[in-house]
Structures are given as structure tokens and as C-alpha cells.
């Protein structure tokens, strides 16, 4: 492979298992990542050290964290009153705040350092409240347009350089129209029609504030670029978790709701910028791909 068909990808080593430090750089990192394992294994072990001597020092630093009110604003008033935003936040209760970047709960343990050098563009050299405002929570985004390739007549395959781009449900179409009928592609009389959503998550950064915590929920490459740019307090969107036991999602990219509500340290945004935790490698390039295939009754996805 050329050097063309990997990118940098920071990796947050220090909180994952040899097991998963290996797999990841056999299966997906360049030749010279793979004959650097045993290097990369030694610098993981004493990442893994100063990592849990951390944990013990900052026992609960997680904890009952501050939420910063924020003055009645033009764009917050828009904001909360767009469909959009009220329909994707209709589940709990929801606020607006000021919050520490360094203090959010981290769910994601990894960094499309490309994604992060494109957005951070997008970032002014000295941010105003409104700024932030409109790169943290906007209204009406503009994410890449996903390729469509269409592998057989019930069979699509969506894809996207952004890793957000995911399946976003479905609804029933009860009532359909003539337009409707002159799509269909098989023989027989359509009397309902299911419509299926493919997309990107919601665009307000917004994190769960349950048990004291603030766990990030959505936005994560965007809070890494604010906070690499110095950027240490920002609006996001805030849900709120009267009975996590219910409310909070079983799990948030494959961390357990005990571990990113109970564990007495668990991994912080700000853990991503402490020296010796993390460890750039040359990454494949991925594309993140939805396919649709619809076959005999029933419709199935692979992400």
C-alpha cells in the first residue's frame, strides 16, 4: 500500500487491553506500525501504568461537575425552538449550557486526526459566544453528501468519509401517493410504504448528565478540536437523567452505563491531551458504509 492509503489516527492506548492495541495494528495500521509492534507494546505497558496511577489520584473527579449557565441569546432562542432540535431531543428533558471540556466522560477511545484538521478550519481565530454557538449547536448543518451505489434490486450501499454517517430508523408511510405507486419496481398494488433514513447523528454536541456526570453523547471530534485549539468551555446540549436505571443507553460504543456512570475514574476527554496516554499510527483509510438489502419480507442492515 501507499503511504496515500493511510491516514494519522490517534489512538487512546493507554485505556485499551494488549489484546486490542495488537489486533488494531496488525489488522488495520501500515507495515512499518506492524514491525514496530514490540516498540508500540513496551510504550503501551507504560502508558497502561501512568494511566491507572492517574485513575487513583483523581478518584472522582467526574463527579457532581459544574454546569455553567449561559445568557439568553438570538441563536439559543432559534435553536431551541427549530422541529429539528425538539424532535431529536424529545426523550428527556433537555438544556443548554456552558461545560468543562476536560471533565466530560469520554466514550470514544480513538481520533481521525484528518476529520480533526478539516473542522477545526471551521473554528475562528477568536471565537465569540456566538461562534461557538454555531460550531458546537448548529441548526442546520451542512455534512457530506454519502455515495449511493445501488448492488441489486433490493440492495444499497451508502457511504461516507465522516465517521458519524450511520442508519437513523425508519417510519411507516400510511398514506401513499400516485408518485409512490409509479416507483415501485415489482408487480402488485402498494398500500403502505416504509420509509428508511440514512444520515448523521444529531448535530448539537450534547452529553448525558446522570448521576453527577457529564458523559459526551455526540460531537466527539468536534470537542477534540475546540479543545486543541485551547478552547477549554463550551455550549452543548445537556439531557437530563432522572433514572439512569432506565433512561441512560445500556451502553455507548460498546462501554457498559455501569462503567461511564459508577466507575470511580473513567476516561475524560482531557485524558487525550496527557502526554504518554495516546500514540498517533498511520491508519487505514476507512469509509463508513450502511448497506440496505431488502429480500423476502424482510429488510436488514450492516454497518
Known amino acids: 500500500m501507499s503511504s496515500e492509503e493511510f491516514?494519522?489516527?490517534?489512538?487512546?492506548?493507554?485505556?485499551?487491553?494488549?489484546?486490542?492495541?495488537?489486533?488494531?495494528?496488525?489488522?488495520?495500521?501500515?507495515?512499518?506500525?506492524?514491525?514496530?509492534?514490540?516498540?508500540?507494546?513496551?510504550?503501551?505497558?507504560?502508558?497502561?501504568?501512568?494511566?491507572?496511577?492517574?485513575?487513583?489520584?483523581?478518584?472522582?473527579?467526574?463527579?457532581?461537575?459544574?454546569?455553567?449557565?449561559?445568557?439568553?441569546?438570538?441563536?439559543?432562542?432559534?435553536?431551541?425552538?427549530?422541529?429539528?432540535?425538539?424532535?431529536?431531543?424529545?426523550?428527556?428533558?433537555?438544556?443548554?449550557?456552558?461545560?468543562?471540556?476536560?471533565?466530560?466522560?469520554?466514550?470514544?477511545?480513538?481520533?481521525?486526526?484528518?476529520?480533526?484538521?478539516?473542522?477545526?478550519?471551521?473554528?475562528?481565530?477568536?471565537?465569540?459566544?456566538?461562534?461557538?454557538?454555531?460550531?458546537?449547536?448548529?441548526?442546520?448543518?451542512?455534512?457530506?453528501?454519502?455515495?449511493?451505489?445501488?448492488?441489486?434490486?433490493?440492495?444499497?450501499?451508502f457511504s461516507s468519509p465522516s465517521p458519524d454517517f450511520r442508519y437513523l430508523g425508519g417510519h411507516l408511510k400510511e398514506n401513499l401517493t400516485p408518485d409512490d405507486i409509479q416507483l415501485t419496481q415489482v408487480s402488485g398494488f402498494p398500500v403502505k410504504a416504509i420509509t428508511l433514513f440514512v444520515g448523521y447523528g444529531g448535530s448539537p454536541i450534547n452529553v448525558y448528565h446522570a448521576n453527577g456526570r457529564l458523559v459526551l453523547n455526540n460531537g466527539f471530534h468536534r470537542v477534540y478540536a475546540l479543545r486543541r485549539r485551547g478552547i477549554t468551555r463550551i455550549p452543548v446540549v445537556i439531557q437530563q437523567v432522572a433514572n439512569p436505571a432506565i433512561e441512560f443507553p445500556q451502553q455507548l460504543l460498546g462501554l457498559s452505563s455501569a462503567y461511564l456512570l459508577n466507575d470511580p475514574r473513567p476516561i475524560l476527554v482531557k485524558d487525550f491531551f496527557t502526554v504518554g496516554l495516546t500514540k498517533e499510527f498511520n491508519r487505514k483509510k476507512m469509509i463508513t458504509t450502511v448497506q440496505v438489502t431488502g429480500q423476502g419480507g424482510a429488510v436488514t442492515f450492516e454497518v
Not at 485505556?15 to 508500540?40: F, H, K, W
Request: proline share 9%; aromatic share 8%; net charge negative.
Open 7 to 157: 491516514q494519522p489516527y490517534l489512538y487512546l492506548y493507554a485505556a485499551m487491553s494488549q489484546p486490542d492495541v495488537n489486533g488494531l495494528v496488525r489488522t488495520y495500521c501500515s507495515p512499518d506500525e506492524i514491525g514496530n509492534l514490540s516498540a508500540t507494546l513496551i510504550s503501551w505497558q507504560q502508558a497502561r501504568t501512568s494511566l491507572e496511577q492517574i485513575q487513583q489520584q483523581e478518584a472522582g473527579i467526574a463527579n457532581n461537575v459544574e454546569i455553567f449557565h449561559m445568557e439568553p441569546n438570538k441563536k439559543l432562542e432559534t435553536l431551541v425552538n427549530n422541529p429539528l432540535f425538539q424532535r431529536t431531543f424529545s426523550n428527556m428533558p433537555s438544556t443548554v449550557g456552558m461545560v468543562n471540556i476536560d471533565t466530560l466522560v469520554a466514550t470514544q477511545r480513538h481520533v481521525y486526526l484528518n476529520y480533526v484538521d478539516e473542522i477545526e478550519q471551521q473554528i475562528p481565530e477568536t471565537p465569540s459566544i456566538d461562534d461557538l454557538i454555531d460550531f458546537c449547536l448548529p441548526v442546520n448543518p451542512s455534512p457530506p453528501d454519502p455515495k449511493v451505489t445501488q448492488t441489486g434490486p433490493n440492495s444499497w450501499i
